[in-house]
């Protein structure tokens, strides 16, 4: 239902396209909710985090009870690396999902631990067509790729801490 998600399938479809007409081998993965040290500024959790540190508000679309799997950039990588060496994968469609799902204000108090300071939160309407809720079925990932997700949610949140950290040193 959102703008976004039928710009990804799209793609998607746009890849299957090019594989049967021009004989170009793809494979399609499908990354959930991407976290981690470099993340563009733009995106929630350094937002979260800059927001935080600085203490301004953090603007929460909806209840923040939406839940993501949150996949941590590092997992994302490797997933992707062992594509050049799988069997039987091209023209698959592969879940890459993260170790646990959780709301986005689960997070946001794990990140108020983690920086021993509380956030203050400002809700606002929810996103029109955004989804309630997001799990990676990754059983194709582990089964093609021999992927295992490595990072919690925990451990990748402080790697995002300290890179935060270290581009607002000020904060």
Not at 39 to 58: C, E, T, V, W, Y
Not at 90 to 115: F, H, M, P, Q, W
Request: charged content about 25%.
């Amino acid at each position: 239902m959102s703008p976004y998600g039928i710009t990804k399938l799209t793609g998607e479809y746009l890849c299957h396209v090019y594989r049967e007409s021009f004989g170009v081998p793809t494979v399609i993965l499908r990354y959930f909710t991407v976290y981690g040290p470099r993340q563009r500024s733009d995106m929630a959790f350094h937002k979260f985090i800059k927001s935080i540190l600085s203490g301004n508000p953090i603007t929460i679309y909806g209840d923040g009870k939406q839940t993501r799997d949150f996949t941590f950039i590092r997992d994302c990588v490797i997933a992707t690396a062992s594509v050049i060496h799988a069997n039987g994968v091209v023209g698959e469609t592969i879940n890459i999902g993260g170790k646990e799902r959780a709301s986005v204000l689960d997070v946001i108090t794990e990140l108020e631990t983690l920086l021993n300071k509380k956030a203050t939160i400002h809700f606002m309407e929810a996103a029109i067509g955004e989804p309630k809720h997001t799990w990676a079925d990754i059983k194709k990932a582990e089964q093609l790729l021999e992927y295992r997700p490595k990072v919690n949610l925990k451990a990748g949140l402080l790697e995002e801490i300290k890179y935060v950290k270290q581009i607002y040193p000020t904060s």
